[in-house]
């Protein structure tokens, strides 16, 4: 008994602050019990991986405790929208591997919202306020100053729902007038000093056309639309703490009455997910975009999720990333290395082995007969003891890395040097013989001689050396372009970089970034060779080329014009590079 007693204490401290609060909502009966969440994009720009661990937490919870998660897009910004981003955010979502209850918008409520609009203005607790946002910004106050009242807020409620129905109807110009809530001008909270509900908006709606003039602001469509689903808890990141108890009150006027307090919906905030080099704002990253700093929204060096997708990350190890470094009620700088160490990690036990020479030079197998051509087996991933296995074609002259050479070497160099032994890897081994150059001393060939005995398989092969090569043959491999990505930014933290240097030099966002943009953040190699192999591999295989590191198959590629990117490199070199 004392042991189950252990175990299950272990279990509750092993619990994150969320997951003990949802456990303690359900041991008090919340909400009848149930367990419903929701994941609330806005649809203005693709996701990024702090996104992603919103998607594990919100999705994560619901099915830990038998629960439903819905997809709710927060659409209340026609300016900034597009259906584009609606469908791309479906596309990540599901390729991360999670599957919503129901699809939601917030347009879905604009009726009920301005329904309770106007209830709001009939009992005294709105007005319309027709300062400009500059004047209401400062009667507003300060954190250590009370704010002063409209001249507009005790206007008759009569003027103040005529005004209203005309910000709707395209009588009142945008920024003439706003909806505000009346609540307390003196409060320490920022957010309870007449917080704007309504605005008017003359952009049409992706969804709802020119059917709507005046738009919901996000705190007051965020928590009713909450309610209205029926989502127990919501889940935020930490800035919205001090939103909570408006998100609170605005639940509370919708629904005034003593059962509310069991069923409702409940804020929880934890931490962004941070990483350095890493610059995640959609602001930001649209700059980038649409100033051509890079290739899209999907290119490789973006964090998108869209990116890493086209990169060759895997969902997996993504999701397995999120887990490690957990939720917390505090923000924090976690190291890239991390989650490409998860990549490495995962991509380990799935990807297939594959050879591919990136810098070549040829290697000529003098004594192998010159019309001989083998099928060397190639086991796809050693790593799975039900791994299938390949052909790779071996004949006299071989590509091979230009760095596996050194004509004069080190004591401790292991790879290919004149006199010295080396195995091919699943083929033989092989002594140097020599090498070719030309006029300018540049070296052209490598000479060499191998031994028929010593086949991969073969008694022979058993006989020690202490260097294996990886290699294609010349006649028989395909020619590739790879793109070897590396960290976008050359700050540790571009966030707080780019706004030091706007503040230094009075510049905008564009000029900032463009000197803190990594020069060297994308090589592209022309003159690669891949094995025949690769000619069926398709966009999303994950690929270890051997000895370099992992890749996958480009969205461009095509069958003869074979593109790869590199994922991420077998072990990590930058880190030790940048220390």
């Given at each position: 008994?004392?042991a189950t007693?252990?175990?299950?204490?272990?279990e509750?401290?092993?619990?994150?602050?969320?997951?003990?609060?949802?456990?303690k909502d359900?041991?008090?009966?919340k909400?009848?019990?149930?367990?419903?969440?929701?994941?609330?994009p806005?649809p203005?720009?693709?996701?990024?991986i702090?996104?992603?661990?919103?998607?594990?937490l919100?999705?994560?919870?619901?099915?830990?405790?038998?629960?439903?998660?819905?997809?709710?897009?927060?659409?209340?910004?026609?300016t900034?929208e597009?259906?584009?981003?609606?469908?791309?955010?479906?596309?990540?979502i599901?390729w991360l591997g999670?599957?919503?209850?129901?699809?939601?918008?917030?347009s879905?409520?604009?009726?009920?919202?301005?329904?309770f609009?106007?209830?709001?203005?009939k009992?005294?607790?709105a007005?319309?306020?027709?300062?400009?946002?500059?004047?209401?910004?400062?009667?507003?106050?300060?954190?250590?100053?009370?704010?002063?009242?409209?001249?507009?807020?005790?206007?008759p409620?009569?003027?103040?729902?005529d005004?209203?129905?005309?910000?709707?109807?395209?009588?009142i110009?945008?920024?003439?007038?706003?909806?505000?809530a009346?609540?307390?001008m003196?409060?320490p909270?920022?957010?309870?000093r007449?917080?704007i509900?309504?605005r008017?908006?003359?952009t049409?709606?992706?969804?709802?056309?020119?059917?709507?003039?005046a738009?919901?602001?996000?705190?007051?469509a965020?928590?009713?639309?909450?309610?209205?689903e029926?989502v127990t808890?919501?889940?935020?990141?930490?800035?919205?703490?001090?939103?909570?108890p408006?998100?609170?009150l605005?639940?509370?006027w919708?629904?005034?009455?003593?059962?509310?307090?069991?069923?409702?919906?409940?804020?929880?905030?934890?931490?962004?997910?941070?990483l350095n080099y890493?610059?995640?704002s959609?602001?930001?990253l649209?700059?980038?975009?649409?100033?051509?700093?890079?290739?899209?929204?999907?290119?490789?060096r973006?964090?998108?999720?869209?990116a890493?997708r086209?990169?060759?990350?895997?969902p997996?190890?993504?999701?397995?990333?999120?887990n490690?470094?957990?939720?917390?009620?505090y923000?924090?700088?976690n190291?890239?290395?991390?989650l490409?160490s998860?990549v490495r990690?995962?991509?380990?036990?799935?990807?297939?082995?594959?050879?591919?020479?990136?810098?070549?030079?040829?290697?000529?197998?003098?004594?192998?007969?010159?019309e001989k051509?083998?099928?060397?087996?190639?086991?796809?991933n050693?790593?799975?003891?039900?791994?299938?296995?390949?052909l790779i074609?071996?004949?006299?002259?071989?590509?091979?890395?230009?760095?596996?050479?050194?004509?004069?070497?080190?004591?401790?160099?292991?790879?290919i040097?004149?006199g010295q032994?080396?195995?091919?890897?699943?083929?033989?081994?092989?002594?140097?013989t020599?090498?070719k150059?030309?006029?300018?001393?540049y070296?052209t060939?490598?000479y060499?001689?191998y031994?028929?005995d010593?086949k991969?398989g073969?008694?022979?092969?058993?006989?020690?050396?202490?260097?294996t090569?990886?290699?294609v043959s010349?006649?028989?491999?395909?020619?590739?372009?790879?793109?070897?990505?590396?960290?976008?930014?050359?700050?540790?933290?571009p966030?707080d970089?780019?706004?030091?240097?706007?503040e230094?030099?009075?510049?905008?966002?564009?000029?900032a970034?463009k000197?803190?943009?990594?020069?060297?953040?994308?090589?592209?190699?022309?003159r690669?060779y891949?094995?025949?192999?690769?000619?069926r591999?398709?966009?999303?295989d994950y690929?270890?080329?051997?000895r370099?590191?992992?890749?996958?198959?480009d969205?461009?590629?095509t069958?003869?014009?074979?593109?790869?990117?590199?994922?991420?490199?077998?072990?990590?070199?930058?880190?030790k590079?940048?220390?």
């Amino acid at each position: 008994m004392d042991a189950t007693k252990n175990m299950e204490a272990s279990e509750k401290k092993s619990l994150n602050f969320i997951e003990q609060a949802v456990e303690k909502d359900l041991q008090e009966g919340k909400n009848d019990g149930r367990i419903q969440t929701r994941f609330p994009p806005e649809p203005n720009g693709y996701l990024h991986i702090g996104h992603a661990k919103a998607i594990c937490l919100d999705f994560g919870i619901a099915k830990q405790y038998g629960g439903v998660c819905n997809l709710r897009f927060d659409d209340t910004n026609p300016t900034k929208e597009d259906m584009e981003y609606v469908d791309a955010i479906k596309e990540d979502i599901k390729w991360l591997g999670f599957k919503w209850e129901r699809e939601y918008y917030a347009s879905d409520y604009f009726q009920q919202l301005w329904d309770f609009a106007i209830r709001l203005i009939k009992q005294g607790k709105a007005y319309i306020d027709e300062q400009t946002s500059e004047q209401i910004a400062a009667q507003k106050g300060t954190p250590t100053q009370p704010g002063v009242e409209s001249p507009y807020r005790n206007r008759p409620l009569e003027e103040s729902l005529d005004l209203f129905q005309k910000m709707n109807t395209g009588e009142i110009e945008e920024g003439k007038m706003v909806l505000r809530a009346k609540i307390d001008m003196t409060s320490p909270n920022m957010h309870f000093r007449d917080p704007i509900l309504y605005r008017v908006v003359k952009t049409p709606h992706h969804r709802t056309g020119d059917k709507w003039k005046a738009y919901p602001m996000y705190d007051f469509a965020h928590g009713q639309s909450d309610y209205f689903e029926g989502v127990t808890h919501s889940l935020c990141t930490l800035e919205f703490v001090p939103h909570r108890p408006l998100y609170d009150l605005f639940v509370d006027w919708v629904k005034d009455d003593e059962d509310l307090q069991d069923h409702r919906p409940r804020q929880y905030e934890f931490n962004k997910l941070n990483l350095n080099y890493t610059l995640m704002s959609k602001r930001n990253l649209l700059i980038l975009v649409k100033e051509h700093l890079v290739n899209g929204w999907d290119d490789p060096r973006m964090p998108t999720i869209c990116a890493f997708r086209r990169r060759g990350y895997s969902p997996e190890s993504i999701c397995n990333f999120i887990n490690k470094i957990g939720y917390t009620t505090y923000d924090a700088l976690n190291d890239f290395a991390l989650l490409e160490s998860a990549v490495r990690e995962d991509l380990n036990t799935r990807s297939t082995r594959v050879s591919a020479v990136l810098n070549p030079i040829k290697l000529i197998i003098t004594n192998y007969p010159e019309e001989k051509v083998e099928e060397m087996e190639a086991i796809d991933n050693p790593e799975d003891p039900n791994s299938d296995s390949h052909l790779i074609e071996f004949s006299r002259e071989l590509w091979i890395e230009r760095d596996d050479f050194m004509e004069v070497a080190p004591k401790k160099f292991f790879r290919i040097t004149p006199g010295q032994e080396v195995r091919l890897k699943n083929g033989y081994i092989i002594k140097c013989t020599g090498c070719k150059k030309d006029e300018q001393g540049y070296i052209t060939e490598i000479y060499a001689e191998y031994d028929p005995d010593t086949k991969t398989g073969m008694p022979g092969s058993n006989r020690k050396v202490k260097g294996t090569l990886h290699w294609v043959s010349c006649a028989h491999c395909l020619s590739a372009e790879v793109r070897l990505y590396d960290r976008l930014w050359n700050v540790e933290n571009p966030r707080d970089e780019l706004e030091a240097i706007r503040e230094a030099q009075q510049c905008d966002a564009l000029t900032a970034m463009k000197q803190m943009i990594n020069p060297d953040s994308l090589h592209i190699l022309t003159r690669c060779y891949v094995e025949k192999y690769l000619s069926r591999a398709k966009p999303l295989d994950y690929l270890q080329f051997q000895r370099i590191g992992y890749f996958n198959v480009d969205k461009d590629s095509t069958p003869d014009h074979l593109i790869f990117n590199r994922t991420v490199s077998l072990k990590d070199t930058w880190s030790k590079i940048n220390k």
